[in-house]
């Protein structure tokens, strides 16, 4: 079985897990502050606060960011679901927009068209490791005193007009979970400019307390310690951090190595008329978490039996990025909602497996059997 991804972990992270659990210090500590100074110094934010996976860190970034009951956020529907929770999480309505079809993510103008004076912030996705137009919504919530809040989930290594991800907003926040590009088992990070926002999202993710654990064992005098505000234990573990370090070492060349699959199976399918793939525009650069292939109306077989097709090979895939008002959690959300273009993505789009390092005969295998499927068949036709 080929699988639809795995992560890409050695020796070396096993080693830095072994190694920080003999220091007897596996809860947030030292490796937790090392890995958010270098992840800050990667992306080029001034600071990153390390959590316990993306949810919370975009739960976290909603509270900071003044987000609260009565408030609605613009948001793709297209999306995992947890980006749409985040928002439920702290009262507010998701208010779902439509995405660009070539892309995938949220698209501006319908953006702008859902904006009310309820209309407290954009969360802006960048799907499957591909950056959305964040000048465009900067100067939306500039325009309109909004927030912008960035679902980079999938998106570390990628870049928008030649700066990392992570550098151009106030709240951008990051997953770890093996899905992704790098990992530690689960976890996330948030990275921001803003003093305020980086002193209380420390605070929020550990109960409020004033004074954290690292601080109070290194301190040669006796500190108790304050809970200022209700918080959450929404830390990392330094066992997390440590293989969080060694991952990040490796990042680009992971988003090196990935990038090289997806221009193979680019190449492999570019004459095929009935398939659109992946687009980068000048000055999006991804890290192409995902590959995903859009099934046209003259395609031959129908995205679910063309998963059924590959798995009888060996060949895992999944369908298209969820919509999360088709959800049963959300069909009330929001009445009459019409969001065609990313119900048709869904519908008919396939992810592909890609995953480092993946053998050349494996990626063979997986553009051999996409064309022996599909090819086949659109002759007959």
């Known amino acids: 079985m080929i699988p639809i991804a795995k992560p890409y972990l050695t020796e070396e992270e096993a080693q830095a897990a072994y190694d920080t659990i003999l220091t007897g210090w596996i809860t ?18 001034k600071y990153a606060v390390a ?8 739960h976290l970034s909603m509270i ?25 999480y702290v009262g507010a ?10 892309t995938y993510n949220l698209d501006p103008v319908d953006a702008e068209r859902k904006i009310t004076d309820k209309t407290k ?9 591909l950056p959305a137009d964040i000048d465009a919504f900067k100067g939306l919530c500039e ?20 700066n990392k991800i992570g550098f151009h907003s106030e709240l951008v926040c990051f997953s770890f979970h093996p899905r992704k590009v790098i990992s530690t088992g689960d976890g996330g990070m948030i990275t921001t400019n803003r003093e305020d926002y980086y002193t209380r999202l420390k605070l929020l993710r550990q109960h409020g307390m004033s004074v954290n654990d690292r601080v109070r064992h290194e301190s040669n005098k006796v500190i108790f310690e304050d809970h ?40 492999a399918f570019k004459d095929i008329d009935f398939i659109l793939l992946p687009i980068e ?25 063309l998963m059924q097709e590959l798995l009888d090979k060996g060949i895992a895939s999944r369908r298209g990025i969820m919509t999360s008002h088709r959800e049963t959690a959300y069909r009330n959300i929001q009445k009459d909602i019409n969001l065609p273009i990313s119900e048709d993505l869904q519908d008919n789009s396939i992810i592909l497996p890609l995953y480092v390092p993946m053998k050349e005969e494996e990626i063979a295998y997986v553009v051999d059997t996409f064309l022996n499927i599909l090819v086949p068949k659109a002759i007959i036709l």
Not at 51 to 58: K, Q
Not at 79 to 88: D, F, L, Q, V
Not at 93 to 102: I, L, R, W
Request: glycine share 6%; hydrophobic share 40%.
């Open 143 to 162: 325009r309109y005193n909004l927030k912008i809040i960035e679902d980079a989930a999938c998106a570390a290594g990628s870049a928008y007009k030649e």
């Open 64 to 88: 900071v960011a003044g987000v609260g009951v009565g408030d609605e956020v613009i948001c793709p529907s297209m999306s995992y679901i947890a980006t749409a929770n985040a928002i439920k």
């Open 28 to 45: 947030q500590g030292p490796k937790v502050q090392e890995f958010e100074e270098k992840f800050a110094a990667y992306t080029m934010a």
């Open 51 to 58: 959590v316990s996976n993306c949810t919370t860190a975009l």
């Open 281 to 305: 525009k000048e000055g999006y650069f991804s890290n192409y978490q995902s590959y995903s292939i859009y099934l046209k109306k003259e395609c031959p077989l129908d995205r679910n039996s």
């Open 228 to 267: 200022v505000e209700v918080g959450y234990n929404y830390r990392m573990t330094d066992i997390q951090a440590a293989v969080g370090i060694k991952q990040l070492e490796k990042l680009d060349w992971i988003v090196s190595e990935r990038r090289k699959i997806a221009a193979a199976y680019n190449e």
């Open 121 to 129: 912030a954009i969360l802006v996705v960048h799907q499957i490791g």
């Open 93 to 102: 309505t998701p208010v779902f927009a439509e995405v660009q079809p070539e």
